[in-house]
């Protein structure tokens, strides 16, 4: 329709395997699609549900620029995540 605004849909691209609290930083496995920095990411799960832009992803403390299905990555996150939170982008 015409005027009216459609949420923005989303994939799933991953999920975290681990969360390092004292340092902010979640270990998500990347099981469809792709991750770079500057991507637009929604964590979701029972108690978790924000959106960040990701700043950058490490391999190990080695930046890379993508992240695709199969490889797991360190990420700076903005709250706490839990193990078995959700990775969404946007399409």
């Known amino acids: 329709m015409k ?3 459609m949420p923005e849909e989303e994939m799933q691209v991953g999920k975290v395997t681990h969360y390092f609290p004292k340092i902010g930083v979640a270990v998500v496995e ?3 699609g792709s991750i770079k920095a500057g ?3 929604h964590i979701k799960g029972h108690t978790t549900d924000f959106r960040q ?3 950058s992803i490490q391999i190990e403390h080695d930046k890379i620029e ?3 299905p199969g490889i797991s990555v360190g990420m ?5 995540v839990r193990d078995h939170d959700l990775v969404y982008k946007a399409v």
């Open 30 to 32: 990347v099981t469809a």
């Open 39 to 41: 991507d637009e990411i």
């Open 76 to 80: 700076k996150v903005d709250e706490p």
């Open 66 to 68: 993508l992240a695709e």
């Open 53 to 55: 832009k990701v700043a």
């Open 3 to 5: 005027g009216r605004i």
